[in-house]
């Protein structure tokens, strides 16, 4: 629709979008945190390990994009070849989420493992504002759309004969819908244990519906449903899973994480520091006698 900025093939309106909007989820997530004053230690820890798991993400969207190619060429019988074709927003997000956990789960420790879920929490309407950024590129570029339509929702892009729905702006727009409710949700009703299966089930359910009117064939993995749809039954299973954890049982992942110092260590500095404030109790109390009995002598 309007691929380049100033017509320039150097100022990609896709490239910018989605740049855009990784500062915009950046930016997001240090207001959250400061917002529910989440420490500093934490801050730092999970702001770097979501930059990690964004660069992370986008190789995964790169390799996710690249094999539905190689799928849908194998379909066609044509040659099949391995290179860079894209990026596919399914392949990001799962690879960014396996990095994101993992890395929580070896390198966090003590109370920032304790905060793992929280921050999670926080990050999750971070992701939805990225997205809807990166739709509207999508929009611009003219990717992702749907199929061919007489309806007055139709958009006829540049290069086509017939109108084709624009699944990239009822996505951008769903994404702006869900994003306004989940701040409502964190901010006016303090409620941040809802964010991951709220956006889990509702981003699934969304996704696995529109793909019937997507226009754009990746392939299959299991017949009858589009890549996408296969993977947002497991998105929505696991963010059900987490619902089922948290609301039901009281389960919050890592909630229980234990301090980086052992517990005799800890039981050792306690005692130490129990001996020294009786000590200095005892020097307090002892201090007047003296002070009164040096007077008495003179």
Not at 26 to 36: E, G, H, P, T, V
Not at 140 to 147: E, H, I, N, Q, R
């Amino acid at each position: 629709m309007y691929p380049y900025l100033f017509g320039s093939e150097a100022l990609s309106m896709y490239g910018i979008m989605l740049a855009a909007g990784l500062l915009a989820a950046i930016l997001l997530f240090k207001f959250i945190c400061n917002k529910k004053k989440v420490d500093d230690k934490t801050y730092t820890f999970y702001s770097l390990l979501a930059i990690i798991s964004i660069a992370a993400g986008l190789g995964g969207a790169a390799l996710f994009q690249s094999i539905y190619d190689m799928i849908a060429k194998a379909v066609a019988g044509e040659k099949v070849s391995f290179g860079y074709s894209g990026l596919t927003f399914m392949g990001g997000l799962i690879t960014g989420v396996i990095v994101f956990v993992a890395s929580a789960a070896i390198f966090a420790k003590g109370q920032v493992k304790r905060n793992f879920f929280e921050c999670a929490s926080y990050g999750a309407p971070c992701i939805v504002l990225g997205h809807a950024f990166g739709r509207f590129g999508c929009f611009f570029a003219g990717c992702c759309y749907g199929k061919v339509t007489d309806s007055f929702l139709g958009i006829r892009f540049p290069g086509m004969s017939q109108k084709v729905y624009p699944t990239q702006l009822f996505e951008a727009l769903f994404l702006v819908l869900l994003f306004a409710a989940m701040m409502v949700l964190l901010f006016r009703f303090k409620n941040y244990k809802i964010q991951l299966p709220l956006y889990g089930m509702g981003y699934a359910v969304f996704r696995f519906l529109i793909e019937y009117v997507r226009g754009d064939d990746r392939g299959a993995f299991i017949p009858g449903l589009s890549p996408s749809q296969a993977q947002v039954i497991l998105l929505f299973a696991a963010a059900a899973a987490v619902a089922v954890l948290v609301f039901k049982f009281d389960i919050v992942p890592f909630a229980k994480a234990a301090d980086t110092v052992p517990a005799a260590d800890r039981q050792d500095t306690a005692s130490d520091t129990a001996d020294d404030t009786i000590a200095a109790n005892e020097t307090d109390v002892s201090s007047p006698q003296n002070d009164s009995s040096d007077e008495n002598d003179a």
